[in-house]
């Protein structure tokens, strides 16, 4: 039989950080994505799209690591 204070305590979960080797190569691949469209130029509305994709990954990766930044 199950002993009522077992059901009553949920378990300790804490979160897995981000930042690893997966985390640092995706902002890695979003940083130099950014730099290559400065680097070709920005001529045409898909260089555009290719600059918002990029930054939109970036921020993405760094929204995922703030709240690990005090830990």
Known sequence: MINESEISE???VRPRRPIGI???GQTA???L??????VYGISE?????????A???????LSVAIPFRND
């Open 22 to 24: 997966g985390w640092i």
């Open 33 to 38: 994505w950014i730099a290559s469209v400065f």
């Open 10 to 12: 949920a378990p300790s």
């Open 45 to 53: 509305t898909g260089d555009l799209l290719q600059l918002a994709a």
């Open 55 to 61: 930054s939109a990954w970036l921020i993405a990766n």
């Open 29 to 31: 691949a979003s940083i």
